[in-house]
């Protein structure tokens, strides 16, 4: 079993190493961006169409947040969920199916008469299906990318600022010209076109090295396999997972059973999984086996089968990664991040109103937001890659003039200070979308990426759930934005100093290994 669990580790070390880093990537990440413009165009400019629910609800701020909240929050709550989905179905399938159940939530909202029912169906049935594209999105781009990996995660997140550019001045027109019902109606039409992004996903082929990853058990001949086979393995965008396949001069006909088994002529490979969470095949652990000839092996596996569940197979998550101190405090600081994440595109329209300026030059701020947010997201991915650069100090100190920025919008009176101070939020939260996925990686391991993920991502979708609604009460209960602006605004301060702790203590660490 030693040299199983080395063989599983180093494989997806190896498969890390392989990553192409360029050449189709790029068009993967050209996908993962144009994701990226529709659903969190959709999402950040839901302040937008938050006036307008206001006015025809006749509801409160926080009631009517829970709308936006859950809408926001679903793609994460459901990450998961899309997970498990992903590794079945595959990225590629999920998306597309995520891009039709978006896109038919959006539709069902049309017709809804009360914010339970529109929380219903634009909230949670759009929400999950807008999960699927989200996390194959993140995961995928990871597997592409090693060296520019920071880069190539930053230029596809841009996609979130450059969706909020278009998105709120276009929701804006849409239901002045058509009503919001018409205005859900034409997004679902743009939605649907996730469907097309989700068709660039297409799989890795990596040929790697027989040693390292497959172990043959025959148990009618001692042979070993022809010392100039190269196997390869397969990271499937397409089937969800990664499997490995024997690949000779005169390569064997390859029939893919299941996402779990493979027939290779009459022998019969069994792929052995440590996680189903994560569609990110290069990060979870695998292990093939080739059991003697078909009919043997095939009693073998069907001997397996019962005791799966209580093996590592049926483990949806692994959380020894919360072991990890560092990464515990990631999760924190990131839960603290979310729960103010989305007040400036929420409450801003909203805000501009209160200090007396137009409707539409309220959605022209997020609108702003979103064009200097697209930018943060190219400088922090470009200074992510810096071998120079220290990501974990990067990190704190983007948050900290992050809350900072916040925090000063109470001051701002006019149009233009209201976009100076909004601005410096989304210039440097950018560095959130930017270097989370990264920085993960730096603290797991890539082998892990997919269980941290998917656990930051569900903590995100918690906290992204309560804190509109929160930021509201705030407001309903004083009567004024100006505390939630505050409360936001040190709060995102005090997570960058809470996980300023990570590069200090690595700090000191070298200095006394050093000193030893």
């Not at 948050?399 to 209201?418: C, E, H, K, N, R």
Request: glycine share 10%; proline share 3%.
């Amino acid at each position: 079993m030693e040299n199983e669990d080395d063989c599983s580790s180093s494989e997806s070390e190896k498969a890390d190493d392989t990553a192409p880093d360029g050449g189709w990537g790029w068009m993967v990440v050209f996908g993962a961006f144009m994701i990226n413009v529709i659903t969190d165009g959709c999402s950040y400019s839901f302040g937008v169409l938050f006036t307008h629910l206001l006015e025809y609800f006749h509801a409160d701020r926080s009631s009517t947040a829970w709308v936006g909240s859950v809408f926001n929050a679903a793609p994460l709550l459901f990450g998961p969920v899309a997970s498990i989905i992903a590794k079945r179905f595959g990225f590629r399938k999920a998306t597309i199916a995520g891009g039709l159940i978006a896109a038919s939530g959006m539709i069902m909202s049309v017709f809804v008469n009360s914010l339970s029912a529109l929380g219903l169906t634009y909230g949670c049935v759009a929400g999950f299906g807008i999960s699927l594209p989200y996390l194959a999105s993140s995961v995928v781009v990871m597997m592409y990318f090693k060296k520019r990996r920071s880069l190539a995660t930053g230029l596809a997140e841009c996609g979130a600022g450059v969706g909020t550019l278009i998105f709120a001045p276009l929701l804006q027109f849409l239901i002045s010209e058509y009503g919001w019902r018409g205005a859900l109606l034409v997004l679902s039409a743009i939605v649907s076109n996730v469907v097309l992004c989700g068709a660039l996903f297409r799989p890795i082929l990596i040929h790697r090295n027989r040693e390292q990853c497959i172990t043959v058990h025959n148990q009618h001949s001692k042979e070993n396999l022809n010392a100039e086979t190269v196997p390869a393995i397969q990271l499937d965008t397409e089937n969800g997972n990664a499997f490995e396949s024997v690949v000779e001069k005169n390569p064997l006909r390859v029939e893919r059973q299941s996402t779990e088994n493979l027939n290779i002529g009459k022998r019969y490979m069994t792929v052995e999984s440590n996680s189903l969470l994560g569609g990110s095949m290069s990060s979870l652990s695998k292990v093939a086996r080739i059991d003697g000839d078909y009919k043997d092996s095939k009693q073998l596996f069907h001997k397996q089968t019962k005791s799966k569940c209580k093996q590592r197979i049926c483990r949806i998550v692994d959380f020894t990664v919360l072991r990890e101190w560092r990464f515990v405090i990631f999760l924190i600081s990131n839960f603290i991040l979310y729960l103010w994440y989305d007040v400036p595109y929420v409450f801003t329209v909203d805000r501009a109103l209160e200090i007396g300026e137009s409707e539409s030059r309220g959605a022209l701020i997020v609108s702003s937001t979103g064009v200097i947010h697209t930018v943060g997201n190219i400088v922090f991915g470009f200074l992510g890659d810096l071998k120079k650069v220290n990501r974990s100090i990067l990190y704190c100190v983007s948050m900290w003039i992050t809350g900072l920025g916040l925090a000063l919008v109470p001051l701002s009176q006019d149009y233009l200070s209201f976009i100076a101070f909004d601005g410096i939020y989304g210039f440097f939260v950018a560095a959130s979308e930017a270097l989370s996925c990264v920085l993960v990686a730096d603290i797991l391991g890539i082998s892990k990426l997919s269980d941290g993920y998917g656990i930051l991502m569900f903590l995100q979708g918690i906290a992204n759930l309560v804190g509109p609604p929160f930021a509201g009460w705030l407001y309903d209960s004083s009567g004024s934005y100006d505390n939630t602006f505050l409360a936001a605004g040190g709060s995102i301060i005090f997570l960058g100093m809470l996980y300023a702790t990570v590069p200090v203590y690595a700090k000191i660490r070298n200095n006394l290994l050093n000193v030893k």
